[in-house]
């Protein structure tokens, strides 16, 4: 294997740990942004109110997108196991 060989499979990997992390840190910025906008908006400064339904919801989004998540590491790793087989 070569550098540009190296640099690919690289690349690949930064990519797919950007698509198995980005919908539950997506799902996570929103609801304290949502969160965030309430709690300003009624005054109500209590820091531990963001914490429950954000781990609910990161763990709906989690339970939904967990398909989506084994194909991606599924083909990273059908990928990387025809690279390794072809030499």
């Known amino acids: ?6 640099i690919d499979v ?13 919908p539950i ?4 910025l929103v609801v304290g942004v ?12 209590e820091m531990t109110l963001v914490f429950v339904p954000k781990i609910l919801l990161m763990f709906v989004a989690l339970v939904l997108t967990l398909p989506l998540m084994g ?10 196991s ?3 087989v072809a030499g």
């Open 1 to 6: 294997m070569n550098g540009a060989e190296a």
């Open 10 to 22: 690289a690349r690949d990997a930064i990519w797919v740990m950007v698509e198995i992390g980005a």
């Open 25 to 28: 840190m997506l799902v996570g």
């Open 34 to 45: 949502v969160i965030a906008l309430v709690q300003a908006l009624t005054q109500i400064q």
């Open 71 to 80: 194909s991606a590491l599924g083909g990273f790793m059908a990928r990387v």
């Open 82 to 84: 025809e690279r390794i």
